[in-house]
């Protein structure tokens, strides 16, 4: 049994998907492989709304698995998002995630490929 913040998780899985769980969580993190703007994760995540994206960067920020850097040293504003050291711990993880899709897609007669963004990986 683990325990955050007074919220138990079962276990070890559990305690994963605290993290990483929800709809878009793992996506965006697997796109912070490399530094990234705010506006640049925008544009490579158009699918995800703004009130989304802005929440689960402030989970993310929140868990320690993100960095928020504002510059403001000149206009307009800054944002850059990265992962922690913390973060950096799951990328072995969500690439496995990230294959596992991609083999998911070329055996599975159900999935059709329409067009897929790899600039992460």
């Known amino acids: 049994m683990y325990l955050i913040d007074n919220k138990e998780y079962p276990c070890s899985t559990s305690l994963t998907m605290k993290y990483i769980g929800g709809k878009w969580k793992s996506v965006i993190l697997i796109h912070l492989l490399q530094k990234k703007r705010y506006n640049e994760l925008r544009k490579e995540l ?22 928020r850097t504002v510059y403001t040293s ?40 329409v067009s897929c963004q790899t600039s992460s990986l």
């Open 74 to 113: 000149k206009p307009p504003l800054k944002v850059e998002y990265e992962l922690t050291d913390f973060g950096k711990t799951l990328i072995p993880l969500l690439k496995a995630i990230a294959e596992w899709g991609k083999e998911a897609a070329q055996t599975n007669e159900n999935i059709s490929v």
């Open 46 to 67: 158009p699918m995800v709304t703004e009130r989304t994206l802005s929440l689960q960067l402030k989970e993310l920020e929140a868990d320690g698995l993100i960095i």
